[in-house]
């Protein structure tokens, strides 16, 4: 079942910071059966020991022995890889009720194929696929399962209640900024995007009501206006633990300027961090709100302080140039960051999947212990918080 156990022994001997990458692009050279995913005939069935759910990551990766992805699930070590769902690939976490979402693509007509089912691919439900209307593609399951959203195409988000047991599909706009990726909040209450385009049209943010399939309720709204995203790739605005607060990167002149606004009573606070140096791309701020992670221009992973307003930054990376860090995520107790990492040995659209176990002393932060999870990872994500649902 799993032929490659040494690449798991190798990388979980290795703690702190990745002190010299050059160790790890040795291993890659001279073992490389050491990648996980490339080398493991598609399983399913793993035994796995107890894992708390919290600490549980589901990621989609795409093996070398097959044209397939696969979506699998494991703890946060990556020593109980299990193969959960075979021709998938999955845009968000599963959901409390153990749903998950994920695109299979039709080996006949080549078609987007959008389903629900159960974390072990049972009880799947085919929601829609590519037609005439629209497109079907980076499909996000609310965390209470209840709602899919998509790109349909054309700029349009398409909605859809998963819940119901008759239900049409929505656009919930027809001007999603290009390279948005919308978010249900953790309570699932409320989907956050960006409208507008930036030249013609001034990026909106919106935040509407997620339990209201059938028509658009907005609950918060801000103009920004022709702005421009520090990071252009995929264009995301993150949700506190607590579903109060939004957090956004905007690059302003010579600094990236993070936004953190509170959505209940629109009180916001401006982070900005000079985009020469650091940088503040893809923010996300730890459960406790004290921290904000962020991928730097660097190409290493940052903490910054901002429990105070005299900031302090950590570098739980080490960038020899050669790599670039991003996607942090936080687990749920605030003490683990979730990140994707890519070097010349990654191909465009997969990275190397990597989970660090952070360490604090009052406003600075170290990696204490760093896994490699998984190569050829194409998104990989954090089981949802449930002590906020």
């Not at 994920?102 to 037609?131: E, H, M, Q, W």
């Amino acid at each position: 079942m799993l032929k490659n156990k040494l690449n798991i022994a190798i990388f979980q001997t290795l703690s702190g910071n990745f002190s010299e990458r050059g160790i790890l692009i040795i291993l890659f050279v001279l073992i490389p059966a050491i990648l996980f995913i490339s080398s493991c005939d598609t399983c399913t069935g793993i035994d796995k020991p107890g894992i708390n759910p919290e600490d549980e990551v589901f990621f989609t990766a795409s093996p070398t022995n097959s044209d397939l992805p696969n979506i699998y699930r494991t703890n946060f070590q990556g020593s109980a890889i299990e193969n959960i769902i075979l021709n998938g690939m999955a845009f968000s976490s599963p959901s409390i009720n153990g749903k998950i979402a994920f695109i299979r693509k039709s080996p006949i007509d080549g078609k987007n194929n959008l389903y629900v089912s159960k974390l072990d691919g049972s009880d799947a439900k085919l929601i829609t696929s590519d037609n005439d209307i629209f497109n079907v593609s980076y499909p996000i399951l609310s965390p209470d399962g209840k709602y899919v959203a998509f790109n349909g195409g054309n700029s349009s988000l398409i909605y859809y209640d998963n819940s119901a047991s008759t239900s049409m599909f929505n656009q919930m706009t027809g001007r999603l900024t290009l390279g948005c990726q919308p978010r249900f909040s953790n309570d699932s209450k409320y989907l956050a995007f960006f409208e507008g385009d930036g030249t013609s049209i001034p990026v909106t943010l919106k935040v509407i009501d997620a339990k209201s399939a059938d028509e658009v309720k907005v609950i918060y709204s801000k103009i920004l206006g022709n702005v421009k995203f520090s990071d252009n790739n995929e264009i995301a605005v993150n949700w506190s633990a607590n579903s109060k607060s939004l957090i956004y990167s905007i690059q302003k002149g010579i600094n990236d300027d993070i936004h953190i606004i509170n959505i209940e009573n629109s009180s916001e606070r401006i982070i900005s961090v000079p985009n020469s140096e650091i940088g503040g791309r893809q923010p996300a701020i730890s459960p406790k709100e004290d921290f904000l992670a962020v991928a730097g221009n660097d190409g290493n992973i940052w903490l910054i302080f901002i429990a105070t307003n005299d900031l302090r930054f950590s570098n739980i990376t080490k960038s020899e140039g050669f790599e670039r860090n991003y996607q942090p995520k936080w687990s749920s107790e605030g003490t683990k960051i979730l990140y994707s990492s890519s070097s010349q040995f990654d191909t465009e659209f997969y990275s190397t999947l990597v989970c660090s176990e952070l360490q604090f002393e009052v406003a600075l932060a170290r990696a204490v212990k760093t896994y490699i999870i998984s190569s050829n990872v194409f998104k990989g994500f954090w089981n949802y918080r449930t002590d906020n649902l």
